[in-house]
């Protein structure tokens, strides 16, 4: 993971995740699920852990230009930023979109990879100001 997608924020965890629906939705990302990894792991099995939070984001323009190429994409949808307590800090992180050449073989994915890539260091760097 590459410094271009991940932040580290201050203050509470509750405004940090805030923080970065907002910083997504400026670039065009809405959240299509949330998951509240803290509270899924209390509930199922007993286990406390850090506040931590999976967005799974998507850029609908972007998600399918993307799907139109290779189909299998959809098996790396919605992106996934992770919003978690590190103690001392809360880290945002995301996977690098070009994953999904990697993951297709398919390089004319590269393009939408890229575009993907600008909007999250965009997203991040929003964060880091």
Known sequence: ??????????????????????ALAEQGFGI???ID?????????GVEMEDYLVLGACNPPIAHRALEIDRRVG????????????????LVEAMDPQLMVQ??????????????AAKLRAAMAALKA
Do not use: H, Y
């Not at 993971?1 to 907002?22: H, N, Q, W, Y």
């Not at 990894?37 to 099995?45: E, F, G, P």
């Not at 098996?75 to 809360?90: E, H, Q, T, Y």
């Open 1 to 22: 993971m590459t410094d271009d997608f991940t932040a580290i924020l201050s203050g509470p965890f509750t405004d940090a995740a805030d923080r970065v629906r907002a």
């Open 32 to 34: 299509l699920t949330e």
């Open 37 to 45: 990894m803290t509270a899924t792991l209390k509930a199922k099995i």
């Open 75 to 90: 098996l790396l949808l919605p992106c996934n930023v992770v919003v978690r307590d590190i103690g001392g800090g809360i």
């Open 103 to 116: 993951f297709t073989g398919r390089p004319e994915l590269g393009a939408v990879a890229d575009e993907a």
